[in-house]
C-alpha cells in the first residue's frame, strides 16, 4: 500500500492494540483528509513525514477557500514570439512559438513555482523543424509531449501524431491519422478541428472534420504499443467533443445535443470498435434553433480522467482521485432564420464525471444513438457541406483565433463509402441502448450559468474546482435603513446572487464577431466601450473559486476565520455587506437558467457547490489553475499573450 508499510496483519494489529484511540486517529489523519478532498497519495511511504503531508494538505485547501491567505504574484518571463497553441500540465506551462508565417516553429517550456520543491526553474525550447504543427499536449509525468501535425504530401494519412520526449524531444514513435482518400492537397491554413488527448498508455485524436469526407473520426493508440493497431470510429453527423473517462471508457457529445459514454478495448493485439454503454440527452432546443456554425459544444476537465501517475509526477505529494473530476460543458446556440448576422447564445454547465461511470444508469425510452429530431439537427444520412465546418474548441477563448479560408474540395464517393462503412461498422453492438431524457438525469447532477465567452475552461477547472475572473460588482446603492432592517437586506442580497443576471440580446456576440475575433479584443488603454459586447479590458478583476466536493458544503469547513461569526461587532451596513462579498458561501438549492427562448424550458439544475470570490483584484484577462497554482493570463490586441503572473497556494 502506498498509505502504510506492508506489514502482516497480525503485527498492524498487534502495534494498534497498544494505541490509546488519539494515536489512533492522529496516525489515520492524512488518509481521512486524503478521502474528504477526493485526493490519492502520490509518494511512497519512506518520503515525506506525514505530518508534513497532512499541514501542507490542510494548508493548501484552507488557500483555497479563503483568499485573504494567497500569496504574493510571481511573474513568469515570456518569450515576444507566443503563439496561439499552447498547453498546461504537471507544473508546467508551454506555448507555440511562432515564426513570421504563423507557423509554430517552436515550443517554449517553463517549469512553474511550486511549494513542494526549492530547485531552481527550468526552461528550454524544443525547435519543431519543418513539422506543421496543428495543436499538442504533453505529460510530463511520463516524459511525453505529443505532438499533432500536418502529414507532408508524399504520406497516406492526413495527420501524423509525433510521440516524443518532453525534456529531450527525442523522437519515440509516429502515429498516421486519418487515411487520405482523395488527391486534393489541403494546406494548413483549412485544417480541420482537433483535439487530442493523453490518459496513462492511450493516445486519442478527435478530427471534427474531415475534409474530404463528411464525418468526425476518433481514434484511440495505445502509444507505448506503436502504430499497429488502433481503436477508432467515425459519425457521419460529427462529434462535437472527446473525452477519457476511464482507462476502459470515454465521453463523445454528438451536434444534436447529446452525450455519450463508450467502452473500448485496449488496442495492443489488433484493432478494435468501441462499444456504446449509454447515452444522455441534452435539454431540447426550441424549433430552428441549432449549436453554432453548424454545431458547437465543447467539454473539459482537467487532469485527464482516468488514471494517477507515477510516484516521480513532478514531486507531487497527492493527486484526484481519478474516477471524480468536474467536467465544464459549454453550448454555443443560434437560430439561422433569414438574413443578416445571427446573435449566439452560451450557456455552461458542470457536472461530476462519475455521473456516466455509473453501472445502473436510471431507464428511459428507447432511442437509437443516431436518432435526431428533425429540428434539431440532419440525419446521419444526410449530406451537408456546411458541416465541414465548425472552430476549434478552444476558439471562443482569446487564444485560436484564426480565420477558416474557402471551403475544400467536395467529397469524393470513396470518401463517403468509407466513412458510411466505419460508421456502420461501430453502430452494430449499439442499436439496443436507450437515449436518457434530460429530464431523467440532468437537474440533479448538472449546475448551469450564462457563459461569458472568455474562460478558457479546458485549463480554468482542476479536480472538483473551477476559476474564473469577474469584472469589479457595482457600486452599493443605499437608501434610508431602519434600525434592524440590514439583516433583512443582506438577506435578500444573498438571494438575489443566486439569480442569473437578465442577458440583453442585443449585447450578445453575433457569428461573425466569434469568426473575426471580435468578440475578445483586449483594450489595453481605453475604458470598455464597446455598447456592452464582451469584449475585454486591462481593469482590476476579481477571482470566483468554486468548489463540487461534496465535502467542502460542510458549513463547519468555515473554521471561524474572519469577523462574520461575531455577532456583539457593530458593523454598518457597508461593511456587513462587503463582507458578505467576500465570504464563503454554500449553494445547495436548485436554481433556474432562463432560457432565452433557445430551450423549450428554463433550465433547472441543482449540483452542489461552495463559492468564495476575493477582495483582492487582479490585472487578467482569463485564468488556468491546477491544485496548488492560479495563471493570471494577460492578453493585448487580438489575444495574443502579453504576460503571465502566478499565484501559487
Known sequence: ?????????????????????EDLLRCGAFTLELRKRRMVSLLPPNQLPYSTRLKLLRDRERSWRSPQHWG????????????????????????????????????????????????????????????????????????????????????ESVYQVHLRSFTTNESMGVLPCLPKISDHHVPLETTGAVRVQVMKDFV?????????????????WNWRHGSNYSCAMARMAGIEDFTFLSEDTFLIVRPSGRFECYTFENPVSGSTVPTLKSSYNLPQLQDGYMYWYVWYICMSNNPAPGYVPGELAGNRVYYPRPDERILACCLYIFKPTGPGDHHVHSFVFFLNINTFLDDTPPSSRPDLPDQVSPSNSPGDCQIHPFQLFSPHPSFFTPVNMQQQLAFPPPPTAAAITRSRQMHLRSLLVSSSVQTIPWEQWGPQNTRWFDETLSTDWQHALYGLKTVECIDPFNPIRLGP?????????????????????????????TVNDLLTGNGFDVDDDSPDDHGGRQHLTYTKR???????????????????????????????????????RWKRRIVNSPSTTPSRGVFVKDIVSALPYSEVISESKFDVTDVMMDDSRILLMQRGKGGRLK?????TM
Open 1 to 21: 500500500s502506498m498509505e502504510r508499510p506492508i506489514l502482516p496483519v497480525e503485527l498492524l494489529a498487534q502495534c494498534f492494540s497498544l494505541m490509546e484511540p
Open 204 to 220: 486519442a485524436l478527435l478530427v471534427k472534420e474531415v475534409h474530404d469526407s463528411v464525418s468526425a473520426h476518433l481514434q484511440i
Open 481 to 509: 435603513i431602519n434600525p434592524g432592517d440590514v439583516q433583512a437586506r443582506l438577506d435578500a442580497m444573498e438571494d438575489e446572487a443566486d439569480e442569473p443576471p437578465t442577458v440583453d440580446t442585443s449585447s450578445l456576440p
Open 542 to 580: 476579481h477571482l470566483r473559486i468554486r468548489d463540487y466536493n461534496p465535502y467542502s458544503l460542510r458549513t463547519e469547513e468555515d473554521y471561524g476565520e474572519g469577523n462574520e461569526g461575531k455577532g456583539k461587532e457593530k458593523l454598518s451596513f457597508v461593511e456587513q455587506t462587503t463582507r458578505w
Open 643 to 647: 504576460a503571465i503572473d502566478i499565484l
Open 72 to 155: 504574493s504574484l510571481q511573474k513568469l518571463s515570456l518569450s515576444a514570439q507566443t503563439g496561439t497553441v499552447y498547453e498546461f500540465a504537471g507544473g508546467y506551462y508551454a506555448n507555440g512559438r511562432e515564426d513570421e508565417n504563423k507557423i509554430t516553429s517552436a515550443i517554449s517550456f517553463f517549469e512553474l513555482p511550486s511549494t513542494e520543491s526549492d530547485a531552481p526553474r527550468k526552461t528550454w525550447v524544443h525547435p519543431m523543424n519543418e513539422l506543421k504543427i496543428v495543436d499538442f499536449t504533453m505529460d510530463p509525468a511520463q516524459d511525453l509531449l505529443v505532438l499533432v501535425a500536418l502529414s507532408p504530401p508524399q504520406c
